[in-house]
Nanobody, 124 residues
Framework: QVRLVESGGGLVQAGGSLRLSCASSGLTFTRYTMGWFRQAPGKEREFVAAIPWLGGRTYYADSVQGRFTISRDNSKVTVYLQMNNLKSEDTAVYYC?????????????????WGQGTQVTVSS
């Protein structure tokens, strides 16, 4: 059974930082592209960042480019999202997701597995 478990969310002031983690189990981690998505109240789930199987080039939404960094540690079967200079508009539930395609997709429907999400709240 595949499980993705996010952690690291919380309440932070604008300008602050958080590091999210997503630990996986039940899948061959090095064969999966990993992505982060977020969903704010009343809005659709949106792409945030993604990293392919063996790392290398990373992909970001324009809204987080330069502030967020996605990384993965294949030895720990974990993907991370370092979030700096947080803004109130970053407030959302953040989800990690896994997919087997080589080039990381940005569409929700492309991902095979999802975590339960972790809440990030940025106060202004």
């Amino acid at each position: 059974q595949v499980r993705l478990v996010e952690s690291g969310g919380g309440l932070v002031q604008a300008g602050g930082s958080l590091r999210l983690s997503c630990a996986s189990s039940g899948l061959t981690f090095t064969r999966y592209t990993m992505g982060w998505f977020r969903q704010a109240p009343g809005k659709e789930r949106e792409f945030v960042a993604a990293i392919p199987w063996l790392g290398g080039r990373t992909y970001y939404a324009d809204s987080v480019q330069g502030r967020f960094t996605i990384s993965r540690d294949n030895s720990k079967v974990t993907v991370y999202l370092q979030m700096n200079n947080l803004k109130s508009e970053d407030t959302a539930v953040y989800y990690c997701a896994a997919d087997t395609v080589v080039v990381p997709p940005r569409e929700v429907r492309e991902y095979d597995y999802w975590g339960q999400g972790t809440q990030v709240t940025v106060s202004s």
